[in-house]
């Protein structure tokens, strides 16, 4: 059984940090590509940031040189350090799983954490 369990999110302050993690299971972790998207309400869902199996990286205009995308494939989880937070930076946060051959077929999400930045 595929599952995620996401943690992290919160709430913070603008220029404030937060680091998000998400740990999977059911899933060889090392052949997915993973990913960290936003959704804001009334918005649609955004990609903020992508490692791929081989740990290459990269973001969304909008949080480049403050966000930092990592993964531990030891232990099976993909990390969002997120730095220099901002009032549009609010969103549910989610993490995305998809496999580097087969990434229709087998594309998993996890039930996300919220992040709120408010002064």
């Known amino acids: 059984q595929v599952q995620f369990v996401e943690s992290g999110g919160g709430l913070v302050q603008p220029g404030g940090s937060l680091r998000l993690s998400c740990a999977a299971s059911?899933?060889?972790?090392?052949?997915?590509?993973m990913s960290w998207y936003r959704q804001a309400p009334g918005n649609q869902r955004e990609l903020v940031a992508t490692?791929?199996?081989?740990?290459?990286?990269s973001y969304a205009d909008s949080v480049k040189g403050r966000f930092t995308i990592s993964r531990d494939n030891a232990k099976n989880t993909v990390y969002l350090q997120m730095n220099s937070l901002k009032l549009e930076d609010t969103a549910v946060y989610l993490c995305?799983?998809?496999?580097?051959?087969?990434?229709?077929?087998?594309?998993?999400w996890g039930q996300g954490t919220q992040v709120t930045v408010t002064s």
């Open positions: 995305n799983a998809r496999h580097i051959r087969q990434p229709t077929r087998w594309n998993y």
């Open positions: 059911g899933i060889t972790f090392v052949m997915y590509d």
């Open positions: 490692i791929t199996s081989g740990s290459t990286t």
